[in-house]
Nanobody, 127 residues
Framework: QVQLVESGGGSVQAGGTLRLSCAVS????????VGWFRQAPGKGREGVAT???????????LYSNPVKGRFTISQDSAKNTVDLQMDNLKPEDSGMYVC??????????????????WGQGTQVTVS
């Protein structure tokens, strides 16, 4: 069983930065990609960023258009975390941020995954 625990959320002013962390536990054979999603009140869940974590094509990333150039997803293999560095935050970035782990169906041009495991989320508020 894979478990994910998010941390690092909070409140920040527009233009500020936050760094979210997703701690992943469980055998690495059960997943080969990790992603971040967000959901604002009254809106559906949207994908933010994905990174491939398996031995094949490790480190490949994919970003949604609204965050491209402002957010960076990275993997810390030693700590077994996947971090989301969020710069130049905007009020529309507010929401519950959740990380997920799953299996990649393709890695090119970026990882597209089927998600099997989800965390509980961490709140981000930008004012």
């Amino acid at each position: 069983q894979v478990q994910l625990v998010e941390s690092g959320g909070g409140s920040v002013q527009a233009g500020g930065t936050l760094r979210l962390s997703c701690a992943v536990s469980g055998h690495r054979s059960q997943y080969d990609c990790v992603g971040w999603f967000r959901q604002a009140p009254g809106k559906g869940r949207e994908g933010v960023a994905t990174i491939s974590t398996g031995s094949t094509g490790r480190g490949r990333t994919l970003y949604s258009n609204p965050v491209k150039g402002r957010f960076t997803i990275s993997q810390d293999s030693a700590k077994n975390t996947v971090d989301l560095q969020m710069d130049n935050l905007k009020p529309e970035d507010s929401g519950m941020y959740v990380c997920a782990a799953g299996r990649a169906t393709t890695l090119y041009p970026g990882p597209i995954c089927e998600w099997n495991y989800w965390g509980q989320g961490t709140q981000v508020t930008v004012s």
